[in-house]
């Protein structure tokens, strides 16, 4: 009896190497991914050093990451640690009841100017914002900085606020946050073809949506073939958990990434945020 123990102990450990050295063969086999929206403030930061957040990114082959936080001190502690990785956003909320209020606070303004003395920051956002309030004069000076300082938007909001941000500025850059607030394939498709030059969208908390078959929709597979420029895969930890469920998030980025042809999954897992966030930079350098 001690033999057979000993055997299927023996077995049972030699069997857990071989999971552990699938799974790992499994991870390092993935593209790498550019997360095009993530947060890291409050009690985010609580909960996990800039050291654990580049090990998480480490864990998961996330080379770079657009960040944002509230208030900004997250955001500019992770940049410290890691500015090589870090694509810092700026926040206008000292907290997040501001987020309900910031396009009817003028105060917004001088902070916001006087955040961006420091020069770390490549755009403002994550802004959110609906139809009822786009004629907010505090949004359209947000809009007229942000073409002075040549900095990109990133926008929580719905297809009217983008026209309305265009219509002031055609040529400012912006980044559409999850899929916008209607993610459905035929209207996202007509808003692209409204706007076909400087707007990009990710796909941040709609994985499982994508999911929804189990595989990625024929329809959903069409649009990001036929828009494979402008599309950009996101976790956005908007709280601690998703901090500790980052691996399994990832995971379904790329389950239906796979379900994509591999040069148009390696564009909206990297190449798209790269070219747009790194790439333009150093080509003005």
């Known amino acids: 009896m001690p033999c057979f123990n000993q055997s299927f102990n023996w ?48 864990r998961n082959q996330v080379e770079y990451a657009l960040v944002s936080s509230t208030p900004n001190d997250g955001t500019e502690a992770l940049y410290e640690y890691a500015p090589k990785r870090i694509i810092p956003f700026l926040g206008l909320y000292r907290t997040l009841i501001d987020k309900r209020y910031w396009m009817f606070d003028k105060s917004v303004i001088p902070r916001l100017e006087k955040a961006l003395e420091s020069g770390i920051y490549r755009g403002i956002g994550e802004l959110h914002i609906f139809a009822k309030d786009r004629k907010s004069p505090v949004l359209k000076r947000v809009v007229d900085i942000a073409v002075e300082r040549n900095l990109m938007l990133q926008v929580h909001g719905d297809a009217a606020i983008l026209d309305e941000i265009f219509s002031q500025a055609p040529n400012v850059t912006i980044l559409w946050a999850h899929l916008g607030t209607r993610p459905d394939p035929d209207f996202l498709r007509a808003v692209l073809k409204r706007h076909p030059n400087n707007l990009y969208i990710d796909t941040s908390v709609r994985d499982k949506q994508l999911l929804q078959t189990g595989t990625l929709a024929p329809e959903w597979k069409d649009l990001f073939i036929d828009y494979q420029d402008r599309f950009m895969i996101a976790v956005d930890t908007f709280s601690v958990n998703r901090w500790n469920t980052f691996d399994s998030v990832v995971a379904d980025i790329h389950r239906w990434l796979n379900d994509l042809p591999p040069e148009v999954s390696k564009k909206l897992a990297y190449d798209n945020a790269y070219n747009l966030l790194i790439g333009s930079s150093e080509t003005k350098k």
Do not use: N, R
């Not at 985010?44 to 050291?51: C, I, L, Q, T």
């Open 11 to 58: 077995i049972k450990q030699a069997c857990l190497v071989c999971v552990l050295v699938g799974f790992a063969s499994i991870a390092s086999a993935q593209q790498p991914l550019f997360d095009s929206h993530l947060h890291y403030g409050g009690e985010d930061v609580k909960a996990y050093s800039p050291k654990q957040v580049i090990e998480i990114f480490d």
